[in-house]
């Protein structure tokens, strides 16, 4: 009873001040949080993209050594995994998954807060390596031993505890996210009426808690072996190098959905929104989400097809890895049949989305061949894996952050984005992507090694395209953020429901959403979907 | 619609026909194996193409066609258990069709018996050791591209990269088994024309395998992150018909052999400064810099470091140079140089830079050292 009548209470307003975003446990304030930190290290390491880029322009050493090459390689690698596009998936999870599923909040504020602040100072003491004797880790975002431990800069320890706390904060978000999915529905929106963006988030929450453990036990033998003579892998002292790559994959491949089951989510959102056409094929599409993931937890040495595994290995690690086209394939069939026969239209949103279509069946594609082991002796550690992983990570998982911004950012701020400036944005982002990844696949099969600061020189003019395609990418993205800022100062008023196709709980909410939502829990009718 | 797929079909045909000599298409190489790794990857390549046309052909159709601004009307088909099972089905039995052909062709690359040659091949950082088994051969193989191309002062040469001083050697049509490991850190042994990538890992001997079909000379690079000059390892392979081989090979037998003869021979000052700047320049330089400078704090500078300096630290000084400090980028140097050259290039850093200590250290000090574990220098 008395639960009831606190829910019944009027819903005050966020305090004032810096206060305000320090203490706050609102949903929708640590949403914010999120996707600001996010977009900032989003800018961090795309301008270390930008010297990588700078420097292969041509071959020869031109604008840094191969040292500092190292780090921003490395670092670009992990700020842009753990810190833009992971807080990013957070943020959006934050924002919308108590929007869709009728809740008034996550199911556990407080450490919802805490989950994010631990963000700043773990970014922060990763990107103060760079000024630390010796330099930032150099050693490649897989930091793979003995070059990360025996051999790496004393400021290896300041990375590990980085890595400790980032997974601190990605296990406490997943552990929420389950929790709010499962706990706070609306009563009778039943799990299969729950839009894909939960869906995916709560099997991608529980790769999280799966997985993120294994990578803090890795860089903690790694702490081990270089402060307490410990030999986890080091073969010196009858430790195992391999070891470290089956304990890193392990968590490493997983991590890849991670990045790209909630980009689903949001896809799944999205497409059908604009085609203005239910879902194709709904049940499929969750079960398909579900064996991905499991597929993800048996696949990870098929990043070492080079290491000397036996033959037994190499055939199931590669089997393994080919199924999970199987699964990948289904989402992609579903997409375009939700599609097929729609009532399309084309604003930035479906733009983005239907670009991450298009792009990411190509990584499919190169992922499939990938798996075949005895090519992947070929393509294995050269530019065409370099090719293949930004192509899912950018106009996959990133391009489907910009639709997701774009879909949601009235729902948000109250106010329209600019939509011309929008489809500007995507079409120089469309541009700038395939300028710059397309080309790798072609150095890679001629046999550039990924890593490297200077190449031979038949590898010079892709090279120089693709240096030119990034530029054009980076400086794009500054327009992203003036579309953002523009739209929060003001624009045309956004109504409850701004896009006519869209279905879902959140459209129910006005625009900008208030402060405090759903405190009395909707009604969910019988017959209705929310997807 | 049509045109669009017919365009870019024409486009990856034209790529397919150019069968590996492009500069963006996967070598088909000399080896059996290459050849069917190469076949593999076309097949995929061609399979990925046809996937392809299908799938952005209903994509793009019905981006194009079923657009609201076009009066498309959305239909409200959501649920088809029978395309479902249609779509899950097919790829699934294209995907075992694949593998017919890869494991075949892993069965093929895991085969490892009857080898006729037996090379051990230890990467460094950052060079490569080859090692010639039975035969009492071997020698390291160093980036041979001058500084001043790399820097970008002189016209960089068609090879740029790919150069080494001293490649590694094998006859054609022989089995040549590659046992590869590593003394420090993770490498990769990477020849894309005979389709071979393996890891060089310290601790772990990985067993691969090529037989050359033509006379030629390949190059390939280290393919895994090892540090600083991950760039600057590249791997040249020269196959050589028969007999060229074998003649080489006693060659460079002989010269083995003058090379230890060497060690009993009575050096000058001059002679073993001369050599131990060569010696420095090639293998020291790279971690301590040429001026000896190092770069702190990983590498330490050897221009008035303690050990170089002081004249009752000359026995640690050795044991350093030729056996290594455990667990540091700093490697034993006894299995990598001979006793020559570690006399030497001790010397050099003795005297070089602003170490003017006057010291010399013959090749029998060392030879002393690794036998008995002290310096007694003899022939003052
Ligand atoms: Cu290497």
New binding site residues.
Partial sequence: MEANTHLQSEPHGPPSGIMRWILTTNHKDIGTMYLIFSLIMFFVGGAMSMVIRAELFQPGLQIVEPEFFNQMTTLHGLIMVFGAIMPAGVGLANWMLPLMIGAPDMAMPRLNNWSFWLLPFAAIMLVSTLFMEGGGPNFGWTFYAPLSTTYAPPSTTYFIFAVHILGISSIMGAINIIATILNLRAPNLTMMKLPLFAWTWLITSYLLIAVMPVLAGAVTMMLFDIHFGTSFFNAAGGGDPVLFQHIFWFFGHPEVYIIILPAFGIVSSIIPTFSRKRLFGYSAMVWATASIAFLSLIVWAHHMFTVGMPLTGELFFMLATMLIAVPTGVKVFNWTATMFRGSISFETPMLFASAFLVLFTMAGFSGLMLSIAPANMQYHDTYFVVGHFHYVLVPGALFSVFAAVYYWLPKWTGYMYDEILGKVHFWLSFIGVNVTFFPMHFVGLAGMPRRIPDYALQFADFNAISSVGGFLFGVTQLLFVFIIIKCVKGGKKASAKYWDGAHGLEWSVPSPAPYHTFVRPPEIEEDKDYF | MQRLSVCVFLMFASLWTCNGVSAFNMKKGVSDVSNSVYDLHMTMFFICICIGVIVYGFMFYAMIKHRKSKGAKASNFHENAFIEIVWTTIPFLILIAISIPATHTLIKIYNQDDSEIDIKIT?Y??KWQYEYLGEGVSFFSNLQTPKEEIVGIRKKNPNYLLEVDNPLIIPVDKKVRFLVTSSDVI??WFMPDFAIKRDAIPGFINEIWTKVKYIGTYRGQ?A?L?GKD?AY?PIVVEAKSQQEFDSWIKNKKIEAKKERELASKKWSKQELMTRGEATYKKICAACHQPNGKGSPPVFPALDGAAIVKDKDKIAHHIDIVTHGIKGTAMQAFIHQLSLVDIAAVITYERNAWGNKTGDVIYPQDINNYIKTGKYQPQNK
């Fill in positions: 990467a950082q950052w490498h990769s280290c895994e090892c991950h390892m």
